[in-house]
């Protein structure tokens, strides 16, 4: 298994610009997050997904959008870049249940100047 | 609104040394607990996950408590060595939410 995989690893945008932060997961869960995470800070939760056509915002989901048409894939869209989005975004998967442990993906580091 | 704190920040330790990263959070009602070891530029690895009706869990060197009616976790590292140098993040779930809520995260640096 892969797990979870994230492209791209690195992107610059300027600001104004669109992109998609791509995230797929091999391990059939139907949990899917993404997280910020921004220098000296813990990770911040943007949106999130609990099966295929199912989302929800998260902590601080303004500026973002997501998908999730089928179980493995759950990307997040950044129509306009601002400089407050320079950040390290990281997507995450777990299985059902209440307990079972989430699993990261290398993360995408992106700067918007 | 659950809050996750970390203490110290930064630890620097010499090689050899047992050492303890804390963790306390605020709302006690966890579903468990998990804690991550992040080196730099790198993402997250699971490390430990404590359900919230264990009182701990252990990996190789590695040894994490959970006092729920207290709200603090600990993590016990064992003869640290130079490779256990990265920022150790501890996150709960909640019962009443479906993400984890992280702490700022500890930066430890063991020196050979």
């Known amino acids: 298994n892969a797990g979870v995989t994230q492209t791209p690893k690195f992107r610059i945008l300027k600001i104004g610009q ?3 932060l791509q995230c797929t997961q091999d391990m059939n ?3 899917m997050y993404w997280y910020r995470q921004d220098p000296g800070m813990g990770l911040k939760l943007i949106y999130y997904s609990v099966g295929a056509g199912i ?7 303004n500026g973002y959008n997501v998908s999730r048409s ?5 990307p997040l869209r950044l129509e306009l870049a601002a400089p407050s989005q320079t950040s390290v975004y990281f997507c995450a998967s777990r299985s059902g249940g209440a307990g079972y442990e989430q699993f990261f ?8 100047l | 609104k659950q809050e996750v704190t970390q203490i110290p920040a930064a630890l ?7 050492l303890v990263l804390n963790c306390s959070f605020t709302d006690s009602a966890i579903y468990n607990l998990q804690w991550f070891r992040q080196d730099p530029g790198k993402g997250l690895t699971s490390l430990l996950l404590i359900q919230s009706s264990q009182r701990e869990q252990t990996s190789g060197r590695l040894n994490a408590s959970l006092d729920k009616s207290s709200g603090r976790s600990t993590l016990y590292i064992a003869a640290s060595q130079p490779g256990d140098s990265a920022t150790y993040l ?4 909640n019962q009443a939410g479906t993400a984890l809520i992280f702490g700022k995260g500890t930066t ?5």
């Open chain 1, 18 to 20: 669109s992109m998609t």
């Open chain 1, 29 to 31: 869960h139907n949990y």
């Open chain 1, 55 to 61: 989302t929800d915002k998260g902590e601080v989901p």
């Open chain 1, 70 to 74: 089928t179980t493995e894939d759950f």
């Open chain 1, 105 to 112: 993906g290398p993360g995408t580091r992106l700067t918007v």
């Open chain 2, 12 to 18: 620097s330790v010499p090689e050899g040394e047992n």
């Open chain 2, 90 to 93: 501890c996150a709960v779930k």
């Open chain 2, 108 to 112: 430890l640096s063991v020196s050979s």
